[in-house]
């Protein structure tokens, strides 16, 4: 269905001339304005609180988006994804990770299949054999417990599995170790396999279509490896799958009974609450992976009927929107203040570009008139601070910051927890605030007057700096799901207002079947092809080494 493009509505056209009197404002005089900003543009749900008064951005303005979000049909979209409908137009298929995290009871049909009945058959397996594992009563094929978790897996089978693991360390089985091969570069595989030992390695072989080249490539290489010293029989003690193809897993040799099944209506990047989050049943026990499962529903049930004004994911979308359609942002930081969400910016980074990163609407049409998803990037608060927080206080660019904290910390170092939350607040202080001229020529007083003016244009700081800040009280599976299903929801609702299919990636497809053409030049499988001049020159100088 062809919807009105995005820039006709009245909604797109009343933000367009709000913007115009919005860009002027400065947040230091919007707090001034109103003591009560903090508690006016804040809001709780799933024990997540976000602060989204340090943006350039008041009542009125929030009252236009949510009308936008209205006039896109946001919430019918948001009703058809919960109910099934086939909302991936270019694959015909439903989108329904949400309800991989509902609970039994919840009756989800698709093609006329009880989906949760389903889902429910899968998560009894994998707490089973994750409770095999932990205990010692799976056991390798010499007797000895499993010490070491090889996935290998990418994309979406690599990228949420291996973040919440490290997000959930402080609950991590401690006999077992996790490893995560992705890359197709060897030194990957080398890595992980010169870690471990074969008689007490599990390796989780993830791909949902099996048939990815980076992974077969890692599978295959991990199986040849295990056989050099046991036995093909061997293999269904230290290999299973994570696949929708069964058909696959018996060619490359896994047993069914080792295979945990998903389902075509799981998009990779939203496919760790599937049989891909295997590896956090493993790390941190089913009863911890069932826990953040929860915490992701607890967000579904608030995105599903909170009103616009007080949804988070909704909210978190239309300033993001706003700060890009109508500010001009072209890049969004994230920045967790939490050493164990390290991988959380790059898992979102997959979530957000690979989702919103089109430039044709749901109907086909080229967009023109307005900017999609911008450049997701960022890493762990306090470092960054040391690394490119420079650009972001006085850069040309202005960059939306989310920063992320948990008011609690999970080890005894308190002394640490104050400075790291000190830090944090100061930073979206400094952002929002800035520094202005007369305030840096104060605090030079005394020194040689014409030194002072020299370094005034140095020393100033713009500030007027967009930032959301997300709290939690700990870092916990339940909160760790509702952090993500938040950004999941952010990303579905950006989707909808620009009107773009957030559940296909065409654009991943160009590269991989050239790769293959051109690995089959590098082995002399195949006459060099015409490439360009580059392409040709590279390919001679990898040759030229062999
Ligand atoms: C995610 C993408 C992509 C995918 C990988 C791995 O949404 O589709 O990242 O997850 O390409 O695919 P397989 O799981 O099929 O190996």
Redesign the pocket.
């Known amino acids: 269905m062809r919807q009105p493009s995005l820039t006709s509505t009245a909604s797109y056209q009343a933000l367009q001339s709000h913007a115009k009197d919005a860009q002027q404002w400065q947040m230091r005089d919007l707090f001034a304005q109103d003591p009560q900003r903090f508690e006016r543009l804040s809001s709780e749900a799933a024990g997540l609180f976000l602060d989204y008064s340090k943006n350039r951005l008041d009542g009125r303005t929030l009252a236009l988006l949510a009308n936008l979000a209205r006039e896109r049909g946001v919430e019918k979209l948001r009703d058809a994804m919960f109910n099934g409908d086939k909302i991936n137009l270019t694959e015909h298929r439903a989108v329904l990770h949400t309800a991989l995290r509902a609970p039994k009871d919840k009756q989800i049909t698709v093609d006329g299949q009880d989906i949760t009945a389903d889902v429910h058959s899968v998560l009894a397996r994998i707490r089973t054999f994750s409770d095999a594992v932990r205990n010692g009563q799976w056991l390798g094929h010499t007797g000895k417990e499993i010490t070491d978790i090889v996935n290998i897996?990418?994309?979406?089978?690599?990228?949420g599995p291996k973040m919440v693991c490290l997000a959930l360390r402080q609950f991590a089985h401690p006999r077992l170790s996790m490893h995560f091969v992705s890359n197709v570069d060897g030194h990957d595989m080398d890595a992980a396999l010169s870690r471990v030992n074969p008689e007490t390695t599990l390796f989780i072989i993830?791909?949902?279509?099996?048939?990815?080249a980076?992974?077969m490539m890692n599978a295959n290489t991990a199986r040849q490896w295990f056989l050099k010293n046991a036995s093909e029989a061997a293999l269904a003690k230290h290999f299973v799958a994570v696949?929708?193809?069964v058909e696959a897993i018996k060619k490359f040799g896994i047993d069914p009974d080792n295979m945990f099944p998903f389902w075509d209506w799981v998009?990779?990047?939203?496919?760790v609450w599937s049989a891909?989050g295997l590896p956090v049943a493993l790390c941190a026990g089913y009863g911890y992976f069932a826990d953040f499962l929860a915490g992701a529903h607890a967000l579904d049930e608030h995105f599903r009927t909170a009103p616009i004004e007080e949804n988070l994911p909704m909210i978190l979308a239309l300033v993001g929107f706003w700060n890009r359609e109508f500010l001009g942002c072209p890049s969004v930081s994230i920045a967790p203040y939490h050493q164990d969400l390290n991988r959380f910016p790059a898992y979102l980074q997959?979530l957000e570009m690979?989702?919103n990163g089109k430039r044709v609407t749901r109907a086909g049409d080229t967009i023109a008139d307005y900017e999609t998803c911008p450049v997701i990037w960022g890493d762990v608060g306090t470092n960054g601070q040391h690394a490119y927080f420079q650009l972001l206080h006085q850069g040309t660019d202005v960059t939306p910051m989310d920063f992320i904290a948990a008011l609690r910390p999970a080890h005894e170092f308190q002394n640490h927890h104050a400075a790291l939350l000190a830090n944090c607040f100061a930073q979206s202080e400094a952002f929002m605030k800035g520094k202005t001229a007369d305030e840096v020529r104060a605090d030079l007083a005394g020194q040689d007057p014409a030194e002072i003016e020299r370094l005034v244009p140095h020393k100033t700081f713009p500030g007027n700096r967009p930032s959301n800040t997300i709290l939690m009280e700990y870092l916990t599976p339940a909160t760790l799901g509702a952090l993500i299903a938040l950004y999941e929801h952010k990303t579905f609702v950006q989707g909808a207002l620009w009107d773009v299919n957030s559940?296909d990636?065409w654009g991943?497809e160009l590269g991989k079947v050239l790769a293959k053409k051109i690995e089959a030049e590098l082995n002399g499988e195949a006459q060099p092809a015409q490439h360009d001049g580059s392409t040709n020159g590279l390919i001679a100088r990898a040759k030229a080494a062999v």
Not at 153 to 159: C, T
Not at 206 to 212: C, N
Not at 267 to 271: E, H, L, Q, T, V
């Open positions: 897996g990418i994309g979406g089978s690599d990228l993830a791909s949902k279509t099996f048939t990815t980076e992974t696949s929708t193809n998009g990779g990047r939203y496919s891909i997959q690979e989702s559940f990636q991943v």
